[in-house]
């Protein structure tokens, strides 16, 4: 899959090396980090679609990022493989109740590692069903709209995934580059300003019903998402 970005975290050197090697020839942009800090770091900065996840790191196991990860609902669908020298059922079972989507033990060919990141991929973030609500504003990820004490709300598809957005990460400010990445992805060019356009454009959608003060312009930093009022 091309231009899928791949976050790999894995604190040995060659390891890392020999994945960022494979993966980039497979056709993924790759994010290398060697501890849990940095790949929060690298999260915050270019959004992954898909983790590699080594067990042992020098700040915090890979299992303990992976239920952070999990438990925050900013990163939580983001696909999580395990890779570890372990091989015991206890720690396949551990890891997989941790939160990892899939796991690997290590020694393991590339081409069964890309077989692996392409299943976990094809299964997709688990949102289908998901309902947003902010006061009386609705989204139905299911049906795709998004209504007012009933009354539909017209908006376009960038609009739209923009509010889902907003949605699900409330009271969280984001910049105009993190927006970009997160709702055009990081392999498209587009114009900081182009973000302001389709703000301005869903603020409109939503100035009808009276809720348009929810997306809030935070100076020198971005947009937030949020029922207080600024």
Known sequence: MPHTRVLVVEDE???RDMLIFNLGRAGYEVLPAGSASEARAAIA???PDVVLMDWMLPDVSGLEL???LKRDPETRDIPVIMLTARVEEDSRVAGLEGGADDYITKPFS???LLARIKAVLRRGPRVEEEVLTAGGLK???ASHRVSVE???IVLGPTEYRLLFFFMRHRDRVYSR???LDRIW????YVEERTVDVHIRRLRKALTQCGYDRLIQTVRGAGYRFSLREV
């Open 177 to 179: 580059a993190q927006l």
């Open 139 to 141: 989204l139905d990820a």
């Open 185 to 188: 992805g990081g392999t498209v």
């Open 45 to 47: 900065d270019r959004y």
């Open 66 to 68: 992976t239920r952070q």
């Open 110 to 112: 590339s081409r069964e």
């Open 150 to 152: 009933g009354a539909e």
């Open 13 to 15: 050197a060659a390891i």
